[in-house]
């Protein structure tokens, strides 16, 4: 029933909203639901990848976006990514390049056009995804920051043992990247910081934002509420998104006079 309700809804909206199916592997494809913001000239729109991990489902993670990204006129791919691997070659992280190469492959989205944000899960499987592919012009994640605490704790507790263990291979994340972080999460601010410089040295667009906190300051954005955050996070979209929009406008303009 609530499958049936969601499909009536999508096809109410102006221009009406699609169940996809996303090609992924021989046997095996995503499913997502695809918004439009207009029929017409589709290209010029931002498009929002959100990927629902091991929290949320896409029809959840659909219902809390959806407001803030039609304000800001930005299209949706909502996609479901299984949170394991699956089959023993390959990673559940290349659905992330699956969902880009719909975009642009069937859709004409230019990449430079295109953001991809995970569903706030304490995973870095949206990162790993984000970083392998790297098409994506702006991104919303941990940043690996889950993989890197883990290994931290993992490190701490074989060197008790008097053994030594390599540290994480993570691939280096070179878009702009606003890493959210619930405050009261096993990584505490300060040092999720020090390990986002640490494992992203040379990326200086990186936004550590601590949601949650009753104290002012930088990092911070007083209480919870969901909404407010993804009112946020599709603000900070934007100023990524169309920040050479104009320029590229002029660009096209000029071009046509010759």
């Known amino acids: 029933m609530a499958h049936t309700c969601l499909r009536h809804f999508l096809a109410k909206l102006t221009p009406q909203g699609e169940t996809v199916v996303i090609p992924w592997l021989e046997e095996r494809s995503l499913e997502g639901f695809y918004l439009p913001v207009t029929s017409h000239g589709a290209n010029a729109h931002p498009v929002v990848v959100c990927i629902a991990e091991t929290r949320r489902t896409k029809e959840e993670i659909l219902s809390l976006v959806l407001r803030s990204a039609r304000q800001r006129g930005m299209a949706l791919l909502c996609v479901d990514l299984p949170d394991e691997a699956p089959s023993p070659r390959v990673a559940a992280e290349t659905g992330i390049t699956a969902a880009l190469d719909y975009l642009i492959e069937a859709r004409g989205i230019d990449p430079a056009r295109i953001a991809v944000i995970g569903d706030g899960s304490p995973s870095s499987l949206v990162t790993r995804g984000i970083a392998l592919d790297g098409r994506a012009a702006a991104a919303v994640c941990d940043g690996g920051l889950w993989d890197l605490w883990a290994a931290r704790q993992t490190d701490a507790c074989v060197a008790a043992l008097g053994m030594v263990q390599a540290g994480p291979r993570l691939p280096a994340m070179n878009c702009p990247m606003l890493v959210p972080l619930r405050a009261g999460e096993a990584i505490e601010p300060g040092h999720a910081r020090h390990l986002l410089a640490q494992h992203h040295p040379g990326n200086r667009d990186i936004l550590l934002k601590v949601f949650g906190e009753t104290s002012s300051g930088p990092w911070t ?17 934007g100023q990524q998104l169309n ?9 096209r303009r000029l071009e046509s006079r010759l």
């Open 221 to 237: 954005l007083d209480g919870y509420d969901p909404i407010l955050v993804a009112d946020f996070v599709f603000d900070w979209l």
């Open 243 to 251: 920040a050479g929009a104009g320029e590229a406008d002029c660009i």
